[in-house]
């Protein structure tokens, strides 16, 4: 599979049903005198609840944003990836074990573009198929999977269910949309904020890189498109 | 309000859908060569879900249970029991702000039952009321709702919005389940255990006190329905 | 006690050895092909570690500093200030219990500035004595301590042992030395951070409110200090 | 390297300088009406708070111990290692990054000692080479360093500098000295708790495979030692 494939696959299969009530809720409940729960039985109007959740948000008071959890499946990303996408330590993982599950006669990798373009495909695919067959040569000598897997490269896939709150999704996207993310993890987190997108519009303009927000730039080597930070 | 009333009013206001299904995915995820989105597809007989999930479970094996979320909404809790309550640091809390909210002639409060049985309540009752009183009358005097409620006693009601990941619930059930431990906080924690298991009976076996799991007591005074631990 | 006195007592117990090292070190690590503890026998010229770590702590790689704790001692805090700092979930606390240990004959109390000023002190501490009086009175009739504080006041002290990495001080500082804080936890956390910088004074740019870092105001009311956010 | 050889080589860089005072202040603290820091005035025998600090953690409160940091420094692990030890939420990390740090021509991995002991390891050393090969001609032909890595197997090591409480590392060493544990984190969590428990004996028994605490085993396949939980 290349970089430009249909990878990573990544399905929404849990969301909030009413995010805005329950984020307006949270919001209620912390400045007024009602209990929570004689608010939640009003009917209130959706314009009424976006301008106030739109103020909170704007003023840093993010947990009221954590009651919103989100749950994705997701498959075909490098062990690169995911490398760095567990270091996100707000996020709940269940990944697939290289320890438990073989990878014998079946072994999947990615392909960056780069090496696609750079005519070096048909060496990556060889060498790809090398290490595949000195692997089930390993598991057919009895080598325990968890020692085997070894040689299996970074390029190897691997699958996920994770879940993670909305405020977790605003960080993740503000950090990993930028250019400087490695593509495939900005690739991943695109399409996980897109399936958001899709079912809540108005959150497009949280989930956004950092600096779109800041509308500043902080990264050592900037893309250009906000001024670098000077202090 | 007296400790035997309703209080704590607890509505359950956000549940996953399927968290038997979403758990045996998180499971299967971690042990087989399938595609996620491709295990959930399939339908599965909850009887077989039901036994690796309990199976995995049982070793010890619990961020498999993070992808399911709860959130609650309290009412009618003393600032004594929510001041331990947000000691839990995985859970997610939007509390009534005493700084922003203004008490003025709308003051709550729980009278504990050992108060009530002691023959103290009308005591009790005169006391709270002179509080109240000079809470309004700073509060006529221009001294700010944040100033004001240092006079406000630890009886005084609050109101959240909670959220846990049914690994914390659990966790919080080993714990606050405890005769040990605060009445109020007990209770409460029994309310919201109860409303997870009115929707899903088989997590009843889980949300109980620590030593229901684990057959014996580690708490310095035990009530003596297990040995203590003697190491 | 009046909010002009000594309190809160603040003591920093636990501070890194050479936090800029090992900062430098962990940055080094992250980008350097040498073994760590290579790179920590040399002896690099403070000047050049301290460019670099201001470098990588500007460009939000904040990960690197989580390697050094502070712990400290807080007493003469009330509990309306530890009910907001337990709050910071990436805070280690150990607090005195209310539960536990009683306050009989021994009740001590913080009087707002703002109490002070209005001329109604001499109530605040009559109503105080008939708080004490009356907790006095239920723990000689037997009610438990963890009862019996239902009616002590947010005005109550309490004592702590507290530990955070800078990661969290600096979010910590951020966040509470606004002036839209709370009088109290804001010069609890000014004590805190000025013990920090006294230690190493590098530190002193990077502990302050949010708004110095970001030269904008995101508060919904603001101070004038710097020009509110507009989105 | 082989498993058996000298790796990983781990440093204990930083350490509680009293863990023991700490903790003790740390758990007077909460069942004390004393100032925190005047209990840390006193010159407590050490018999004493060793005394209450074991009856403290045997009862679970475990917070206590948080206030103790450790931090170490890592190198020789291979990135199937760090995939798994990154997974522990609670520690911070600063690890080597194959994004920044090309490794052209130093590229090194680990051994695996059932591969030496199955008479595979001439084939496993020239299929490194041929990896190392191939890497260092997609650097030379300007593929960058984070595309390039997609070839490096799980073999590769890795460095880090890790910081973690004793909490965690209690939790730490529950799990991962498990004979289940993949041999090669065991050996280092093994050598993270030599160092510590070289400072501190009196921690050798808490910092131990979780079946030594309570004296069953939970895990699906057992290695005998205690017997199976039976629910």
Sequence with gaps: MTENSEFPIVHLISAPENPLKTIYLACRTCYSAEYPYKIREKDTDPEKMLKLVKKVLQSGHHSTIEHCQYTFTISGVTRACTHQLVRHRHMSFSQKSQRYVTEKGQFEYITPSTVKNSGL???????????????????????????????????????????????????????????????????????????????????????????????????????????????
Tied chains: 1, 2, 3, 4.
Excluded at 172 to 178: E, K, P, V
């Design 121 to 231: 495909q048909q060496q990556y695919d060889a060498l790809m198929a090398e290490i595949a067959g000195f692997y089930d040569r390993m598991i057919e000598q009895g080598i325990p999977a968890e020692d085997a897997r070894f040689v299996l490269p970074n390029a190897a896939t691997s699958s996920l269910v994770t879940s993670l709150n909305l405020r977790e999704m605003i960080h993740l996207a503000n950090l990993r949309l930028c250019v400087n993310a490695q593509h495939e993890i900005r690739k991943l987190i695109q399409k996980m904020c897109g399936l958001v997108v899709e079912k809540e519009p108005w959150l497009g303009e949280y989930l956004v890189a950092k600096c779109e927000k800041s509308r500043y730039c902080d990264e050592i080597r900037g893309c250009g498109k906000f001024p670098q930070q000077v202090k």
